[in-house]
């Protein structure tokens, strides 16, 4: 038998306002170009020559299983716990209540420190082991930090959580657990950031801010490709998901551009909807055009706390999504999350975190509103669980 050695495909970063071309085989952040500024970089991959969906290795039930797509050269630098190939569940009974023909979600709860965030931190932490970084440093709204610092254990790497303050203990203790240093800020992520900014300036350590180092999204974006799988080489009609730095939309959508060239899906892509807490709502204010973007805009703290992200670093890259899509941006409050984290439960047996929850009531008033219609397939992107909330 021949066995086919595994083989990243990744050729390059571009940035992705200009395209100009970075290198993949040294430690990247962000582009800073003279031409276009500060933007996010996006790996490019040989797509055209790639796998077929026949060679994916359907033993490995994970999210490496899309290995040749994925930026890691060497597979001695994967840091992975088992993070990926997620379930998609059908929510019949919310369903029948709410009288929709197909409404199902994919369920990140059941990651590795109990996110989605296992899947960009994975990829991240195997990166920046390949390239030789050795303590990693991260702002945070607390899953993310949990993730960081999972997998710098298992990597034998430092890490260095950047988190606000009033997040609820269980996602600080996790941090501790894992050994990471964890530095509590009063504020919200961005007020964090400015944090990490103050301790690089005088400490090695490598920033895995969201969308300010490329791989994360490279982890993310086998949400798309395993939505794509387990649907059969079909995609929903609209796919909702809960947005803070937005690396998941952007992740997917790339991942369905991705797949296109490959050849493994055709040219029907889901409308891609973002929905944010209406107390931190920069993505809606932007798209509904009460703000040209939203380097100015001040949040405010929400119990779903990964959406309260007030400048999102990859904005522009969000709207694109939504605009290419033929999507929109919805917000809903607080009250109404909490309420949804009852309904869901109780209907479904699935005790989801706020930020998944924020999705109900987003598709209750899309349909009340005609955008979205009861035939349509409707995923909802559950991000993580409820138990670190509680
Ligand atoms: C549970 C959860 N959902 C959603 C988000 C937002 O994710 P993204 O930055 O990809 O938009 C976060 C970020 O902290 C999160 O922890
Ligand atoms: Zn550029």
Redesign the pocket.
């Known amino acids: 038998m021949v066995v086919k050695e595994k083989k990243s495909l990744v050729s390059f970063l571009a940035c992705s306002a200009c395209n100009k071309i970075y290198p993949v085989d040294e430690l990247q952040t962000f582009a800073d170009c003279e031409e276009c500024g500060k933007s996010p970089l996006l790996a490019q991959y040989e797509l055209l020559d790639g796998i077929t969906k026949a060679e994916i290795d359907t033993t490995e039930r994970s999210m490496w299983r899309y290995r040749e797509m994925l930026p890691v050269f060497e597979d001695e630098n994967i840091v992975s716990l088992g993070e990926g190939w997620t379930p998609i569940l059908k929510l019949d009974r919310l369903a029948k209540s709410m009288g929709l023909s197909f409404l199902t979600m994919k369920d990140e709860s059941l990651n590795p420190t109990g996110?989605f965030?296992a899947r960009g931190l994975s990829m991240a932490v195997s990166k920046a082991k390949e390239l030789g970084v050795e303590c990693c440093i991260i702002p945070t709204?607390?899953?993310?930090g949990g993730a960081l610092s999972a997998y710098c254990a298992k990597a034998g790497m430092k890490a260095i959580v950047v988190m606000p303050r009033h997040t609820p203990e269980a996602f600080k203790k996790e941090c501790r657990y894992f050994g990471a240093d964890l530095i509590e800020v009063d504020g919200l992520i961005s007020d964090c950031a400015r944090k990490v900014a103050e301790i690089k300036a005088t400490q090695d350590c490598f920033d895995i801010s969201?969308m300010k180092e490329p791989y994360r999204l490279e982890g993310?974006k086998t949400m798309g490709y395993e939505i794509a799988e387990q649907m059969n080489w079909t995609l929903p009609d609209v796919i909702l998901y809960?947005?803070?730095?937005?690396?998941?939309?952007i992740g997917m959508w790339k991942a369905f551009h991705e797949m296109r060239e490959l050849g493994w899906i055709g040219e029907k892509f889901p409308r891609m909807i973002a929905v944010q807490s209406a107390v931190c709502n920069p993505i809606v204010r932007t798209w509904e055009g009460k703000q040209t973007n939203s380097s100015a805009y001040k949040g405010d703290a929400t119990f779903a706390n990964?959406?309260a992200?007030p400048n999102p670093f990859a904005e522009k890259l969000i709207l694109n999504v939504l605009h290419e899509s033929s999507g929109t941006a919805v917000d809903v409050t607080d009250d109404e999350i909490k309420n949804s984290m009852k309904e869901i439960a109780a209907n479904e047996g699935l005790l989801i975190?706020p930020?998944g929850a924020a999705l109900l009531p987003a598709l209750k008033k899309l349909l009340a509103e005609g955008i979205i219609d009861h035939s349509e397939k409707i995923l909802f992107l559950n991000?993580?669980s409820a138990y670190k909330y509680l």
């Open positions: 996110s965030k709204a607390g899953n993310a969201t993310k809960p947005t803070g730095g937005g690396t998941g939309l990964g959406l992200v975190c930020e991000t993580g």
